[in-house]
């Protein structure tokens, strides 16, 4: 290892089909890779960990904890990052911390004084959303996650209101045509960053929140309940 004695913890990102990992030792992002998957989280995952330790001239031996996005997200993709970081985990004997997705999507924006809807892809032109206000410097969830269509979700917007995440082309051309008091935020800037997912992971280690592998799960949203209407 090249990089001191920093403890170093390993971030894995597979909620959906934009897939990251990062290498973080506190003080500095040694590594970071985001691409989009196709639906290969099986055999890619593993060997860009494998890569990702080799470029930073490093080994698992290497690592002093894991954190894994836990959804909400893909079935698929969020079972395959869960069930890699436990087997990494429980080999190595080291703490593994769960992060929710929406909770990195709304640590890349700065915290201002107005309400962020952090939204992340939920099928069948669906959106995961989920509302943070600023508490103190950090944003602080507010409420359950909800599910809504591009459209319920203007409609539900009523004030200026920061909208972050992963939306089409489309979407973001429909929410700045339909709604003016959404405040859309940059594709770079809404980008779900596994460095973001590394902080605030290490900042739970630190003050030892760390998770049990036999217990943590994804969270999986329940699409058979009713949408909001307009």
């Known amino acids: 290892m090249i990089y001191g004695s920093n403890p170093v913890i390993l971030a894995i990102d597979t909620s959906t089909r934009t897939v990251g990992l990062g290498l973080y ?47 909400p997200g893909s079935f698929t993709g969020l079972r395959i990052g869960l069930a890699l970081a436990k087997g990494l985990v429980l080999a190595l004997r080291i703490p593994l911390i769960g992060v929710p997705t929406l909770d990195i999507v709304a640590a890349s924006q700065m915290p201002v004084n107005l309400p962020l809807a952090a939204v992340l892809r939920a099928g069948r032109g669906r959106l995961a959303t989920a509302w943070y206000e600023n508490e103190n410097g950090a944003w602080k969830l ?84 009713p949408i909001p209407e307009s």
């Open 25 to 71: 030792d506190g003080g500095k992002v040694l590594a970071e890779s985001i691409w989009e998957s196709h639906d290969y989280h099986t055999v890619e995952l593993a060997p860009a960990v494998v890569e990702m330790l080799k470029r930073a001239q490093m080994s698992t031996a290497d690592l002093g904890a894991i954190t894994v996005a836990v959804g």
């Open 142 to 225: 507010m409420d359950k996650i909800e599910v809504f269509t591009p459209q319920a979700l203007c409609e539900r917007i009523l004030s200026p209101t920061i909208v972050c995440g992963e939306l089409s082309v489309a979407e973001r051309q429909f929410f700045a045509d339909t709604n003016p008091f959404i405040q859309m935020v940059s594709p770079a800037q809404s980008l779900r960053r596994p460095a973001y997912l590394a902080e605030i992971a290490w900042q739970r280690w630190q003050s030892n929140h760390v998770d049990d592998p036999a217990s943590l799960s994804p969270i999986y949203l329940h699409y058979n309940e």
